[in-house]
Structure formats: C-alpha cells, structure tokens
C-alpha cells in the first residue's frame, strides 16, 4: 500500500485480556519494525523482522509478548494477559532493508495502536 | 550497543527565535543518523538523515543538522522557528549492522507566540 497501515486505531481491554495488533507494511519493503511508546516517553524497540531471516526479538519485554511475519507482509503483535503497564501507542515501521545501506534504515512509520488496558 | 542521549527533555522557545536539539550517540562504527519529528496526534515523520559525506545536512521545513564525529553529536537547529514547529523531535542512530534503529527518549518543543 502507499503507507504503512496499522489496525486497530484504539484498543481499550480489560486486564488479563490477550490483544492482537496488526500491520500492515509498504509493499516491497523487506524490513519491518514494532516500537512502543509509553506516554510522554520516547521510542521503545520491541521486535525487528528483516526478510526471512530469524526475527530480533531482543526489545519484547516479556514473554508475554509475542510477533508474527507472513513473508515479506503483514505482522500481527500479540500481548498475552495484558497489564497496566502494557497501555501504550504500538507503533510499526518498515523499510527497504535493515542495514548494509543507510538508505535502506529509512523508516515510514504508521499512525500507531493505542492500547488502553483497564 | 548503539544508544542516544536527548539531553533537554522540553524546550520552550519563542517564534522567530533560533533553535538547536541536542543529540548525543554511541555507536562502534560509522552511523547512520536521524532525526524525526511527531506532531501531536501525528505519526513519526523523518526530517533528516545522514549517512556519509557532507556533515552538514539539510531537511524539510527548514531544518539541518551537523554530524560531528569528534563529539559524538548530531545536533538539529533552525534559525527561525514558526510556531508550527512546536511537536516532538526524535534523534536516531542505525547502522550496517542487521539491528533496528534506536531512539532517543525526545524532545518536546513548545513554542511561545
């Protein structure tokens, strides 16, 4: 598509709650990323996808956190037994490559999900 | 590890005045730097990028930015700023290596009339 797509927009669940967030990339963009973003905090890095190769899951911060990539498409975030602190924007990116061209780390960002946990 | 420092948490400057975003970045080889801006309600945005060659680069709605590999910084400046400017700025460091970019943890810049 011309941009990245993220859904859905808003999200309020209760605690203990499981949630999925989806995103959908630019076409042909190989790399795609999720990012957090607690209120009034800066970009927390979850999870990196590049190609088909194994994913950097070194950012999730619990297990309770979980991503999936079909190919080169769409990534669905999941959170498991959601807490309090898990509420945040959910943001995704994608780019051309992750690295080996600085072109390539040129991230396009989506609008976000914003995840309120009661 | 890469990592950023955005030493000044909220900025407050007045329209017209000049501004300069600090940016301070660790990182073992050449970078990759960024800036990014986010307006209220708004999606991340790139403002600028460096990756080689001049160290003084331009970007949109007059922004630039001076990469300065002694100091480790890569600070962003405008001369005159417009109160639309007023939003959260994101410094970013990436690389060749296959890692995602890290960010800074921002810069609120309000802009009084």
């Known amino acids: 598509g011309a941009g990245v797509s993220q859904s859905p927009s808003n999200k309020v669940t209760e605690k203990g709650k499981d949630v999925e967030l989806r995103c959908d990339p630019i076409?042909?963009?190989?790399?795609l990323y999720w990012y957090r973003q607690r209120l009034g905090q800066g970009l927390e890095f979850l999870i990196y996808f590049q190609g088909n190769s194994a994913p950097d899951k070194s950012g999730l911060p619990s297990d309770r956190f979980s991503a999936e990539r079909t190919g080169e498409s769409v990534s669905t975030l999941t959170i498991q037994r959601t807490q309090q602190e898990d509420s945040a924007v959910y943001l995704c990116a994608s780019s051309l490559g992750g690295g080996g061209w600085g072109g390539a780390n040129v991230l396009t960002f989506g609008a976000g999900s914003r995840l309120t946990v009661l | 590890a890469q990592s950023v420092t955005q030493p000044d948490i909220h900025i407050t400057v007045s329209e017209g005045a000049s501004l300069e975003l600090r940016c301070n970045y660790s990182y073992g080889a050449t970078p990759y730097l960024f800036w990014y801006v986010q307006s209220p309600g708004q999606g991340l945005q790139l403002l600028l990028k460096y990756f080689s060659g001049d160290t003084l680069v331009q970007g949109i709605k007059g922004f630039e930015a001076e990469f300065k590999r002694s100091q480790s910084s890569f600070n962003l400046r405008k001369p005159s700023v417009h109160w639309s400017d007023a939003a959260e700025y994101f410094c970013a460091v990436g690389g060749t290596g296959r890692r995602a970019l890290t960010f800074g943890s921002g810069t609120r810049l309000q802009v009084q009339p």
């Open positions: 076409s042909g963009h190989t790399a």
